[in-house]
């Protein structure tokens, strides 16, 4: 684990024009463990890329492995197939904390966490690649579960695209605090105050058809009623990364 | 509330290119109502731009006001200073609603509802809608919270600027069901069910600096501890709106 090592790879993204923070420097960073941390805490992502001058914004589900993000989608959507040749893109992930309200509205603000990840996205196409795509866009959300499933077709696996995108550069940028007015404004009988915001599970529904004395699996216990979502989602990854 | 009269907008977007889905019809619509619906139960959005044809994906805090669609940020933020002459953008919205296991990978999915909306996004310079914008950046947030509130400084004014962009082109895309297994899959013994996805709202934490005797304001009613946030958006943009 130390840094000394050669093959490790360096504590922090390098930094260019593209992922330089051009504003609140306070809030951000570029070291790998506070861009994976927001990452692994997330199953949904924004994906930026452009065609023809136009950007486009489309969300997705999304995973990482190391400094390579997957995502995916049928071979027909329009993203897909504007990557095949491998294109810049960016990919985000946002938590929304808390809603903050100071005692003027300049300093009104949010808490959050957000990772913006810049890369070239390809179509994964070596098949021993696609092979272990196949099974991490459900192991790595549900340790385990793949070897439990009804095993993939071949038409399912030729209709199924997966992208991946190394991690060339990137930033996170976090605020997580009270109330920051200007010294002045705290004297004012004005109410401020943090609204915390959690992203939680509810009561798992299971399929109406189960068949009868077929029970919840281990991997469930991850997604228990009441826990967040950015707990359950950072314990999958951790089980999947320890296989 | 006729469609017929002359004034009023049509029921749907226009459907061109940009906006046109290219899968998951069944999950897909263009009308206004659907879009908006989505949107007005959000706080962050994601914004897709381009400079130099490298994308980019910028979360940040959003409101709507008819077909127009507002976002801000410090004028020395590197997106606004290229936004100045106004760019093609796309602004997205997406909630996650649930958690899809089924007894197939392929089959695996999640609920959620997202829109995509596609325009020309400019720097509010007219000094009147820039007042608004103002005002509004707390009160559809916070209805009626921006009279209550210290006065904005000559200063305040000037760092900030605000992003609008009228929707051209929308869409949206919505999964709201439980487990779609293909039939005969139903027959085999494995779990399938939906874990629900919740954004909630938590115990609010006021201001340590408050002055005496200071009470929570009648926004924060929206607000509520357990309440969803998308409520409490969707139900202030309703209060908003209605001024």
Redesign the interface.
Request: aromatic share 10%; net charge positive; hydrophobic share 45%.
């Given at each position: 684990m130390s840094s000394m090592h050669a093959l490790a790879p360096s504590a922090e993204y390098p930094i260019t024009d593209?992922n330089r923070l051009?504003?609140?420097h306070d809030r951000g960073s570029y070291d790998r463990c506070s861009v994976h941390a927001i990452l692994d805490a997330a199953?949904?992502c924004?994906?930026?890329?452009?065609i023809d001058?136009?950007?486009?914004?489309?969300?997705t589900?999304f995973w990482r492995e190391g400094d390579m993000l997957y995502w995916h989608?049928?071979s027909?959507?329009?993203m897909l197939r504007h990557l095949k040749a491998g294109t810049?893109?960016?990919?985000?992930v946002?938590h929304?904390d808390g809603?903050v309200?100071a005692?003027?509205?300049?300093n009104?603000s949010?808490n959050?966490r957000?990772a913006?990840c810049?890369g070239t996205a390809r179509i994964v196409d070596d098949p021993e690649e696609k092979a272990a795509a196949?099974?991490a866009?459900?192991d790595r959300?549900?340790p385990g579960?793949?070897d439990?499933?009804?095993p993939?077709?071949g038409q399912?696996a030729k209709?199924?695209t997966f992208i991946g995108m190394e991690i060339e550069q990137a930033s996170a940028k976090v605020r997580a605090k009270?109330?920051a007015?200007d010294e002045e404004?705290?004297?004012?009988?004005?109410?401020?105050?943090?609204?915390?915001?959690?992203?939680?599970?509810?009561?798992?529904?299971?399929?109406?058809?189960?068949?009868d004395?077929?029970?919840?699996?281990p991997e469930?216990g991850l997604?228990r009623a009441g826990r967040s979502?950015d707990e359950g989602l950072t314990e999958a990854q951790h089980a999947y990364e320890e296989g």
């Open positions: 593209r051009k504003r609140r199953m949904l924004h994906v930026a890329y452009v001058g136009q950007p486009f914004c489309t969300p589900l989608g049928s027909a959507s329009r810049p893109a960016c990919l985000t946002s929304l809603l309200l005692r003027s509205a300049f009104h949010a959050y957000s913006m810049f196949m099974r866009v459900v959300f549900y579960r793949s439990a499933l009804r993939l077709t399912e209709a199924t009270g109330v007015d404004d705290y004297a004012l009988p004005i109410w401020a105050g943090v609204v915390p915001v959690r992203t939680v599970l509810g009561e798992v529904e299971p399929c109406p058809r189960l068949i004395g077929v029970a919840p699996p469930l997604y979502l």
